[in-house]
């Protein structure tokens, strides 16, 4: 069974600081990585979705690399702002037919102070 | 935006009553999925569609329902709610299986 693990729980920093989230899955043979941002009382916002094949995404100031020898994703995020606190989430997604199996990790609640 | 519409975006209902969520897309996606999310337990997958009248089970199943007549529409059904049945429900649409997902925004389900 796929389990998906985010430390830390909680960072807080300062802003215009780069920092990097970690996310850590146990079956990496045949999944997608998918980063995703929630705002409080909101829904998820997808960020970032790195293929089984990939090495890494880009967007922004958003980098997300995926290392399946090791069973590790990082979202690196440049020169953090205020706006940028949320809760960030990783998912695996499995690839067959169905498509039905995805599990997340329990997020990083991020805090940029200004 | 996704073009996914959940409805309502919060209820309240009684112990036993029957409660229906919707979730209702725009473009054409194979796939959709409903969730629930809860402190000290993250998402975890309710129901998933693969097709108009194909569904499955995920993990946390038990006491829920769905339902997929159409492309656009995907209903969740507790047909007699209890209160471990309060949560966010969210939806989520996916194209194919190696494509992103995408969420709405959610609902606010309370069983008092």
């Known amino acids: 069974k796929q389990e998906v693990t985010q430390i830390p729980a909680a960072l807080s920093v300062p802003e215009g600081e780069n920092l990097v989230l970690n996310c850590s899955f146990t079956?990496?043979?045949?999944?997608?990585l998918q980063w995703f941002r929630q705002d409080p009382g909101k829904g998820l916002t997808s960020l970032l979705l790195?293929?089984?094949?990939?090495r890494e995404q880009t967007s922004g100031r958003l980098n997300a690399s995926l290392d399946k020898s090791s069973g590790r994703s990082t979202l690196y995020i440049a020169a953090s702002q205020p706006g940028d606190s949320a809760t960030y989430l990783c998912?695996?997604?499995?690839?067959?037919?169905?498509?039905?199996?995805?599990?997340f990790g329990d997020g990083t609640t991020l805090t940029v102070k200004p | 935006d996704a073009g996914i519409t959940q409805s309502p975006r919060h209820k309240v209902t009684e112990t036993g009553t029957p409660v229906t969520l919707r979730c209702h897309q725009t473009?054409?996606?194979?796939?959709m999925y409903w969730y629930r999310q809860d402190p000290g337990h993250g998402l975890r997958l309710i129901h998933y569609?693969?097709?108009?009248?194909?569904?499955d089970k995920g993990e946390v199943s038990d006491g829920y329902s769905v339902s997929r007549s159409k492309t656009e529409d995907f209903l969740l059904t507790l047909e007699s709610a209890t209160s471990s049945q309060t949560s966010v429900y969210f939806c989520?649409?996916?194209?194919?299986?190696?494509?992103?997902?995408?969420f709405g925004n959610g609902t606010r389900l309370t069983v008092t």
């Open positions: 989520a649409i996916r194209t194919d299986y190696n494509s992103p997902l995408h």
């Open positions: 079956d990496s043979a045949i999944y997608n």
């Open positions: 790195i293929q089984s094949s990939q």
């Open positions: 998912a695996s997604l499995r690839l067959n037919t169905n498509a039905g199996k995805s599990t």
């Open positions: 473009e054409n996606h194979r796939y």
């Open positions: 569609s693969y097709g108009v009248k194909d569904t």
